[in-house]
């Protein structure tokens, strides 16, 4: 889905306001202020993510907590507040690794690339990521900043699967080269570090001291000082810190609603929509709301108690507009309940889309919809002021995760409300919705981002199918074709495009409270507290232009999905090991799938940067019947069945 066009009128603002009240931006520089690390001087917060940015806390999972003093400045002088950050007790477990390399040549280095995963686990990787309490080696890719000057390119390191929740890893960079193949030498602070003890009075003394535990770790494992370029070590989230903070409200808010229905109101019934939809019915659902301001507008915050939980203030509610499409099948054979997930920045509106109506009439659901408050069509201007200050970052997150109650209420209006008003019953009295099949989900792109998150958390859905999907908003940013307009927020005021590698870096700490990414681990077979085990079948479209399918692979390789083989076609797809690390199976699978289909459009760049040729099939699958009718197939039985003839999907546009 492309951006509203109300999104061109704000940025129009946005500029006009940055244009009268900020100075031009300061010539980028080193930085190194207080709790900046001395290790990367190209600018604080580098080498990201570290321990240097945590303190002990023997209150949490990890015994670590995020303590970060420094942040970013935008171009009006606003630093970033790092409180919410500092909730943490560790950093996200997609979190790219970043660092400033002058000169360096991943290529001459060795470093692996996109195209082929499997070498980042060789013995002699210049790039070495350890588990140090396992001794796990993990994979990921290596690129420069496609998007920055050469003077400004962050070294990103990508996970290849997401890191282990509160896992301790330390990182080596070794043997680094530059372009004419000569050795790059460490910069003169870790240097010294590597050299003789310093005394208690040098200013790198205690930097010092945190790096000989790094480097005991690296050499317990394998890696030696030898060419040693940089090297530090970071903990990632626990489980608790991503996810429990919406596992309070959410077991807080079902505890109290206990086995009825939520409170809804039928607004609007409109029958006779069109030849496969028999009625369209739109109303409100009322859920608790755990947001700062009652009523939850956009700009709004979580609500937290004194424990630093989420509370809901007194008689707060959120009213969740829904929408519901009725298949004329229903009344014949009742469908069956499922939850539809809207694209980028959408509304429940999407739901009367001609692929969605096509879903419900040849395979008989009844879908329906809310919005995902945080990144819907009303949140588009507060999304904006939150890219001009990261601080804000927080009112996108926090509504997020209200989203994810508000659609769970919905969920439960459906299966246990909705059948006994006689907007969802024929002319006899009866329900049009089949009360023996369960709750299912089906979302494209941007519903299949949340809707993987939205699995994790169900105490209700047991099978989602997700369009289109992938996980990591700080994968997927700059190689959407999505985000060129929003970019123009950050260059305003984020310029320099090392502060913004590491502003989308620290704003997916908070994204992970709402998105895919921080639920990942638990989406399918291990799921969280009072919620049951989960199978997803994710539908990725080769050569997406929107929705990054190298974040998809990310996404399947850490829920243990299988992939449809044979995926595409020869020669179709760039890797060295297509699919790198992801099991296949042929004709059928029961479990966790991802089925890859082809309209032939050209394999995405390489670098982390949109594509710009071909067209684009991010709509494709969901326009076909036969990906429809194996979706369908799925989420009654489990089963992903063949609907490719034992060949690879292809669509023909």
Known sequence: MRLPQRTLSALAAVAASAALLAAPPPAAAADTGAGCDPIDPAACLLPFPSDWYTVADGGTATGRRVHMQTTLK???????????????????????????????????SGAAPITDIGSSLDADAPIVIVDTATGERWPYWAELDANAPDDRKALIVRPAKNFREGHHYAVAFRNLRDASGNLIRPNAAFAKILGADLPSGDPL?????????????????????????????????????????????????????????????????TNDVDDKIAREVRGVV??????????????SSLHRGWDGQPSQLPGNSQAVPFQCEIPKSAFTDPARPALYGHGLLGSEGE??????????????????????????????????TALADLTRFRTVADRLQQSLLNFTFLGRAMTRGFAGNKAFQNDAGTSLIDPKAELTYDGNSQGGIMGGALTAVSPDIRRAVLGVPAMNY???????????????????????????????????????????????????????????????????????????????????????????????????????????????????????????????SPAPPLTNTPPTQGRDPHSDPRNNADARRQKATFLKTGTVVDVCGGGPCVIIP
């Open 474 to 600: 700080s994968t997927l940013l700059n190689r959407s074709a999505d985000f060129p307009e929003y970019a123009q927020v950050l260059d305003l005021f984020y310029p320099d495009k090392l502060d913004q590698q590491i502003g989308i870096a620290l704003i997916q700490m908070l994204w992970d409270r709402g998105e895919a990414n921080g639920y990942a681990w638990h989406m399918t077979g291990d799921p969280l507290p009072n919620t049951p085990k989960h199978r997803v079948l994710m539908h990725v479209a080769f050569g997406d232009h929107q929705v990054a399918p190298v974040a998809a692979e990310v996404e399947a390789r850490t829920i243990g999905a299988h992939i449809h083989a044979p995926a595409v076609r020869p020669g179709r797809n760039p890797d060295k090991v297509p699919y790198w690390g992801i099991p296949t199976f042929g004709s059928s699978y029961d479990g966790s799938a991802m089925v890859v289909w082809d309209s032939g």
């Open 351 to 384: 739901v009367d889309a001609g692929n969605v109506k096509s879903m419900a009439a040849e395979h008989g659901f009844m879908f329906c919809a809310t919005r995902w408050i945080g990144m819907s069509e009303e949140d588009v201007p507060n999304v904006i």
């Open 205 to 269: 003394a205690k930097r010092q001291r945190a790096e000989k535990k790094v480097l005991a770790a690296l050499q317990a494992n394998g890696v030696s000082r030898d060419g040693l370029y940089l090297a530090w070590d970071f903990t990632v989230a626990s489980r608790q810190s991503l996810a429990g903070p919406y596992l309070h409200l959410r077991d807080e808010a079902l505890r109290k609603l206990g086995d009825r229905s939520p409170s809804f109101l039928v607004t609007q019934v």
């Open 74 to 108: 935008n171009a009006l002088g606003i630093p970033v507040s790092p409180g919410e950050w500092n909730r943490s007790d560790g950093f996200s477990p997609g979190s790219p690794l970043l660092l400033r390399v002058p000169g360096v040549d991943p290529t001459r």
């Open 286 to 299: 009322w859920a608790p709301s755990y947001l700062d301001q009652y009523g939850g507008l956009p700009g």
